[in-house]
């Protein structure tokens, strides 16, 4: 799934493109992508709007529009926007053409159908429930630590949950652990103040790296021109498990946190 970095790459990449163009419509070609309103609904609204601006909240991408009007994207695991001249033969994997007036269009492909389109007056609808964003001057160690003081579940489970953070996921969850010398299956509320304030600034460091990057491609994630992150080349230990840790050379090892892959250095990350 794309996270913050590969979100925000995204959205720097559009801003120049779309701020200021009207959208003529969005042509949906697999209509459950709109879940709010339904795709009929969501075309009507949108016809003739222009964006305002582009930004980000979490994972989710969105446009501002003209008329105090929102436009969600949530990529979920497989969802990607590629800027293209429209019209355009849609392939199988095509959900949906968010058409503009220059004659192009960004046309949004999701193979595993899970990314989804929202239309609101109001973004607390969508992202009210959103934690808060991890390179934002307000989040501070001490924030972090009053997240974790009592929870009892692991550290690596609390940077995962989008209301305690807003944009981590797998890969900078276990970056940013490694590089603060935290294991993953650590329990938060042990972690002592110094240790917080390690984490904290591991996890900005290994996001404004992976920006810096554009993302970390391993599977579907693309930019809108088409080309590639390339944080995969500089990761630490995401999905390197058998290979020798970048300190100290011991073989990154692989275990489980809630159903996901984690990947950490027994010597660098003791438990």
């Not at 009929?40 to 446009?63: H, I, M, N, Q, S």
């Not at 949906?96 to 990314?115: E, N, P, S, T």
């Not at 002592?192 to 984490?199: F, K, N, S």
């Amino acid at each position: 799934m794309p996270e913050l970095p590969e979100v925000e790459t995204i959205r720097r990449e559009l801003a120049p493109l779309v701020v200021g163009r009207c959208l003529v419509t969005v042509q949906f070609y697999w209509p459950p992508v709109a879940a709010l309103p339904p795709a009929d609904a969501f075309a009507r609204e949108v016809k003739g709007r222009c964006v305002r601006a582009v930004g980000r909240r979490g994972k989710y991408l969105f446009l501002e529009l003209d008329g105090s009007r929102y436009f969600f994207v949530h990529l979920r695991m497989t969802g990607q926007l590629h800027r293209e001249a429209y019209p355009f033969s849609p392939d199988p994997h095509t959900r949906a053409a968010i058409v503009l007036d220059d004659g192009y269009a960004l046309r949004f492909r999701d193979q595993r159908k899970f990314g989804r389109f929202y239309l609101v007056d109001d973004p607390e609808r969508v992202v009210g429930d959103l934690g808060p964003e991890p390179l934002d001057p307000s989040w501070t160690p001490q924030k972090l630590a009053d997240v974790c003081r009592h929870r009892r579940a692991s550290v690596k489970a609390v940077l995962l949950d989008q209301h305690a953070v807003a944009g981590l996921g797998n890969i900078y969850a276990d970056e940013a652990l490694f590089v603060a010398g935290i294991h993953p299956c650590r329990q938060a509320a042990s972690l002592t103040e110094e240790e917080v304030a390690r984490l904290h600034a591991a996890i900005r460091h290994v996001l404004t790296e992976a920006i810096r990057q554009g993302g970390t491609t391993m599977r579907s994630y693309v930019r809108p021109t088409g080309t590639t992150g390339t944080y995969q080349h500089h990761r630490r230990v995401y999905r390197r498990a058998g290979m020798p840790c970048p300190r100290c050379q011991t073989p990154i090892q692989r275990c489980r946190v809630q159903g996901r892959s984690t990947h950490f250095c027994p010597h660098c990350q003791p438990l």
